[in-house]
């Protein structure tokens, strides 16, 4: 019987072997490479996001810092109104931030604002994308509360006669473009029982015009909230002695508001003039008699406030004595916004002449958010 010997060829198997092994050995590492860059990749990012996150905080808490009661406090509602902020430099310079801001009341605004890192803000997005955070933040102003529900508050008796006239309807004072709608009307007077009279051409208007309150007494006028009476005195911007003054705005050679002057209290006869948004609190620390010719802000007086004749004050006004208007002829003497005469020795009151007292929350809120 023949045996048949076959031989098998097994040369070259090595290098298959190695090139097999090669391949697999080059997947792995370039899979631990794509890993490593992948996971290099999210940390960046993720820092970026932080970053960016970083500097939408920094400059929502930056803008607060920089916040203008004056201007600011003013612009009408959303969406009537939207305040863009501009693109700026980060606080450190570690990117940019951009956004808006709004009022979504009248004590309450929205700060919208969008961060950057610095490789986004430079378009450098190679190497990994850049990135871009937003945040909200709401803001609120916490102003002093002076419980004013009327055009006029205060103890005893209120005499209103020739052309005067209290009104508690919440008007807007002309001119000014930044108020939102009025509100619902509020009393002519608000007292705590003395006798509201009128005569001549003399009226009380508002709902009701005459509102008898029990709880008024001497603290109502003195005690406001958080806050006095001597409290605000001491944060008075201009303290004036009081007598026979006029005031009137004044400006600066480089047409600035001349704040330096006791009788500048400010100009709402033109709110887009350079002491248009001048709102200051002003302390008299004795009796005052004025007969011209504008002021706003908070008006505080010690003793008893004389308006003869023409004079326009807006915002808020506390008397501890009298309130007493009169002559003027055609030309109206009026307050807008709301006024508490306390009257310690409950005396009556003589409001006569051409004078006008009309509540306007407008004026309020803009001589309490100028603070």
């Known amino acids: 019987m023949r045996t048949v010997s076959v031989l098998r060829d097994e040369r070259g198997m090595a290098l298959a072997v190695a090139i097999f092994a090669l391949v697999v050995v080059g997947a792995l590492v370039a899979g631990a490479f794509f890993a490593g860059t992948q996971e290099q990749r999210v940390g960046e990012n993720q820092r970026r996001v932080m970053t960016s996150f970083g500097i939408a905080e920094g400059g929502a808490q930056q803008r607060m810092l920089m916040w203008d009661p004056s201007t600011q406090n003013r612009v009408k509602q959303y969406p009537e109104s939207t305040v863009a902020i501009a693109d700026t430099v980060a606080p450190g310079g570690t990117g940019r931030y951009a956004g808006s801001w709004y009022r979504m009341g009248p004590n309450i605004f929205l700060i919208d604002i969008t961060g950057q890192d610095n490789r986004t803000s430079a378009g450098q997005n190679t190497g990994g994308g850049g990135a871009r955070q937003r945040v909200g933040m709401i803001a609120r102003i916490a102003p002093i509360e002076f419980g004013i529900r009327a055009s006029l508050t205060t103890q005893g008796g209120v005499s209103v006669g020739g052309n005067a006239e209290i009104d508690g309807t919440d008007q807007t004072p002309t001119g000014w473009a930044s108020c939102d709608p009025p509100g619902p009307a509020q009393a002519g007077v608000r007292d705590n029982g003395g006798t509201v009279g009128t005569s001549g051409a003399g009226t009380v208007g508002g709902n009701p015009p005459v509102v008898n309150d029990p709880t008024i007494n001497s603290s109502t006028f003195t005690t406001f909230g958080g806050a006095t009476y001597a409290q605000l005195a001491t944060r008075a911007t201009i303290v004036n002695p009081g007598g026979n003054i006029n005031t009137d705005p004044s400006f600066n050679a480089d047409g600035s508001c001349n704040k330096n002057d006791i009788n500048n209290w400010g100009d709402p006869h033109n709110p887009n003039s350079r002491c248009g948004n001048y709102f200051p609190i002003i302390h008299v620390t004795g009796s005052m008699m004025v007969n011209n010719t504008q002021g706003q802000g908070i008006l505080l007086v010690d003793g008893d406030l004389t ?65």
């Open 307 to 371: 308006v003869n004749g023409s004079w326009d004050f807006y915002g808020i006004v506390i008397i501890q004595g009298d309130l007493k208007t009169a002559g003027g002829g055609s030309a109206e003497a009026h307050f807008w916004g709301g006024g508490m005469a306390k009257n310690a020795d409950l005396s009556t009151q003589n409001l006569n002449g051409h004078a006008t007292l009309n509540f306007s929350s407008c004026s309020i809120l803009a001589a309490l958010q100028a603070q």
